[in-house]
């Protein structure tokens, strides 16, 4: 369950769509209602993929909030990516770069509690239901929900946004890809279909589904030309949420206002968040420059994403006398693959030894000592610091969801844990180069004149590392001498983000630096990452160019599991044998977020379990600490 937020709430009748049908002979009107009634599901006001929802029917407002937060300030952020180009955010996964921020305007079906896991609460529907087999799913909207130009936001609406954004998104594609038939059903309500019976995801991942305004895409701009859902813009567009875009210097800066009128302010689901008048990011292409800025109080918050800069960089006048705070929030939320990303789609990269032998080239404990100040932990997993991850040798139910492919994936997956080579040492170092030689040896390759070669042909093994951000070079710059060690011929190249994402659109590239996040909760989002469909589809997640039928089976198995612990097992087995494939070379990760921010801002006293720092959705503007800190 990954992509967008995530699901909801109430009671209500909804005959309305019910198909009018002959009565049966002797059977009263009143009888047969009843009846229908009885077998109709019940309206829920929140979902969950682990049980009970925490909270009740009619809750006041979530717990890790303060209702009583004061409405006021701006707050001043970093952008994310360098630069944007566009404000449409339905074809944001294959044209243009949409800004930080843009999720401040429009709303989903459903929001998320940042203290429960996989669980949803309704935002722009006030209630859901769904038959026990998970076939369909019914929304119904709230009443009072508004577009900014004062407009309902209506069942077309959703239906033509999901038609959109399946169309021209490929990440939506493929996340709503059972999802076959969305329809209005009632004055209020959407029905979505599935292609089958059993996916107990997609009730809940269909409220994450951002829904925009039909009719002011279907319309004309200032100048009279008809928008296009399809193409880029900066026209700023209309939304329902908390906030409109006020300004914005193309590719430099964007302002969101809040809307003093929304009409959800008072939802439950929004007591307590919302609380600044502006949000503002600001884009630097240079992240030395972003940094300068954030000491030079031209910046007001900023996650760090550095270890050097969390260890040498934050030592200027402002942090020694508390004028600035430096914070990290434990991450509870979510597991990460971060790794070297080899584009199997490449000939070099299309033999699984190979693709080992770069593993036994990356030093990492060297690494981590030199640039990173020994703040990090190696990855061993595609779900790494989650209960989902693998570890020793499959068993139990594992086992018995691996058997079913045992003939389709390697056979070391049943006799052999994952585990990353490890350096540190000029022993370790040596012996881990002479394995690397012995796989490209065995894999057809040969080092003639301190050059490695294909042996039939004689074509020098080439690699470029492609990146988009400075910081990133650095790394691979550490990389590229232990691989040249290996005679390959290595070239390390940094472009502009608009850049860099046209190339990953259209698989032009051999050697990046790539993440996925994971939820507690994998699910339909799989598919994106690691399934055949997604590997031909451009912008799509499915970066590497994994085509592999036994690695379908295994997503479908996490989508299709029935309970926690069979969803524990699945996941497991596909991580296992996505390991064992050998198709990145895994990076590092640290287990908090860390934060400095200027001490102008109020927070709850409980911080949600699940929501990291959750700035700025939750905190507020202090007047009081900023006229303390001046400016």
Same mark, same amino acid.
């Given at each position: ?86 404000? @449409? ?30 669980? +949803?609460?309704?935002?722009?529907? +006030? ?20 577009? %900014? ?17 399946? /169309?021209? %998104? ?10 076959? /038939?969305?329809? /209005? ?16 995801? !997609? ?5 994450? !589904? ?23 813009? !900066? ?85 020694? *006398? ?13 597991? =990460? ?46 779900? %790494?610091? $989650? ?36 350096? #540190? ?15 490209? /040896?065995?894999? #057809? ?19 470029? !590392?492609? &990146? ?43 050697? =990046? ?10 699910? @339909? +989002? ?8 997604? &590997?031909? $589809? ?22 299709? $599991?029935?309970?926690?612990? *069979? ?12 390991? %064992? ?14 934060? &400095? ?23 507020w503007y202090d007047a009081g600490k900023a006229a303390r800190i001046g400016k």
């Amino acid at each position: 369950m990954a992509i967008t937020r995530r699901v909801l709430l109430q009671s209500g009748a909804a005959l309305a769509a019910a198909p009018v049908l002959p009565l049966a002979a002797g059977r009263p009107l009143v009888a047969r209602a009843s009846a229908q009634a009885a077998a109709a599901p019940a309206w829920r006001h929140g979902l969950s993929l682990f049980g009970k929802v925490k909270y009740p029917d009619g809750f006041p407002h979530f717990d890790y909030v303060n209702p009583q937060a004061p409405k006021a300030g701006a707050v001043r952020q970093t952008g994310a990516g360098g630069t944007f180009d566009s404000f @449409n955010v339905v074809v944001s996964g294959v044209k243009g770069v949409i800004p930080s921020g843009m999720g401040l305007i429009y709303e989903s079906l459903t929001t998320p509690a940042l203290d429960e896991v996989a669980t +949803e609460y309704g935002l722009l529907a +006030e209630a859901v239901r769904y038959p026990e087999d998970y076939s369909s799913v019914t929304y119904r909207l709230r009443a009072a929900a508004r577009w %900014h130009d004062g407009q309902p936001v209506t069942p077309e609406d959703v239906v033509w946004s999901l038609a959109v954004f399946k /169309k021209h %998104h490929p990440q939506y594609a493929a996340y709503y890809r059972h999802v076959v /038939k969305a329809e /209005k059903t009632g004055e209020r309500e959407v029905t979505f279909t599935f292609d089958g019976p059993g996916n107990r995801e !997609l009730p809940q991942i269909v409220g994450q !589904l951002l829904v925009l305004p039909k009719h002011w895409w279907e319309g004309t701009d200032a100048s009279g030309n008809k928008r296009d859902i399809s193409a880029t813009t !900066l026209e700023p567009p209309l939304g329902s949420a908390a906030y409109r875009i006020k300004s914005f210097v193309a590719g430099r800066t964007v302002t969101f206002e809040r809307v003093k009128d929304h009409w959800g302010a008072a939802l439950n689901v929004n007591v307590g968040r919302n609380n600044f008048d502006e949000i503002r990011y600001e884009y630097f292409r240079d992240p030395t420059v972003a940094l300068e800025a954030f000491k030079a109080d031209q910046i007001d918050w900023r996650s760090e994403n550095s270890a050097k800069n969390w260890a040498t960089a934050y030592d200027f006048p402002a942090v020694k *006398d508390k004028r600035v705070v430096l914070e990290e929030f434990p991450n509870r939320s979510s597991g =990460i693959m971060q790794a070297f990303v080899m584009n199997i789609r490449r000939p070099q990269f299309s033999d699984a030894r190979v693709r080992r032998a770069m593993n036994f080239a990356f030093d990492f404990e060297e690494m981590n000592r030199q640039i990173f100040y020994n703040q990090y932990q190696r990855i061993s997993s595609y779900f %790494h610091g $989650t209960e989902l991850a693998s570890s020793g040798l499959p068993q139990g139910k594992e086992l018995e969801i691996l058997e079913t492919v045992r003939a389709e994936v390697p056979p070391e997956v049943f006799t052999k844990p994952y585990v990353n080579p490890v350096g #540190g040492n000029a022993q370790a170092v040596r012996d881990n180069l002479r394995e690397a030689l012995k796989l490209l /040896k065995e894999a #057809g390759f040969e080092v003639r004149d301190r050059k490695l070669v294909d042996a039939k042909s004689g074509a020098p093994f080439t690699v470029e !590392l492609l &990146a988009d951000d400075p910081s990133m070079e650095r790394v691979m710059l550490f990389y590229k001498p232990s691989l040249e060690r290996l005679g390959i011929a290595v070239s390390v190249r940094t472009i502009d983000p608009t850049q860099y994402e046209n190339r990953l659109r259209t698989w032009d590239f051999d050697v =990046i630096a790539a993440s996925w996040p994971q939820s507690l909760s994998p699910g @339909n +989002e799989q598919r994106e990452y690691w399934g055949s469909q997604a &590997a031909d $589809t451009p912008g799509s997640r499915n970066l590497i160019g994994i085509k592999d039928p036994a690695i379908d089976k295994l997503i479908e198995r996490v989508i299709f $599991t029935r309970d926690r612990d *069979d969803l524990v097992a699945a996941t497991r087995a596909l991580d296992r044998v996505l390991l %064992h494939h050998y198709y990145v070379v895994p990076q590092w990760t640290y287990p908090y977020q860390r934060t &400095a921010r200027w001490d102008r801002f109020g927070r709850p006293e409980t911080m949600p379990r699940y929501g990291l720092a959750a700035f700025p959705t939750i905190w507020w503007y202090d007047a009081g600490k900023a006229a303390r800190i001046g400016k």
